[in-house]
């Protein structure tokens, strides 16, 4: 069995996340896994949990909050948060 890194559940199901950067991350749910991975809107706060936006660098759950913070969501928009540009 592994404990989840969030919650210290030791469970038979638990699973690990491998990032990107080589890191690799145990958890025992999914909700565990957004917690610790998902990036949170600088507008409302809000995990992302779908594809979200990013602008300069900047991550927003929606155009909305994008907007609300000033971003010109006409010009620069990626429509998945962390999504490697090229």
Do not use: K, Q
């Not at 030791?10 to 025992?28: I, K, P």
């Not at 600088?42 to 660098?57: D, K, M, T, V, W």
């Amino acid at each position: 069995m592994a404990a989840c890194e969030v919650c210290g559940n030791d469970y038979w199901l638990a699973f690990d996340v491998h990032t990107v950067g080589g890191f690799v991350h145990t958890f025992d749910s999914f909700e565990c896994a957004a917690e610790r991975l998902a990036p949170r809107c600088e507008h409302c706060g809000c995990r992302i949990l779908g594809h979200g936006l990013e602008a300069s660098g900047r991550f927003f759950c929606c155009a909305h909050c994008a907007r609300e913070s000033g971003v010109d969501v006409a010009e620069g928009l990626r429509d998945a948060v962390g999504a490697h540009p090229g």
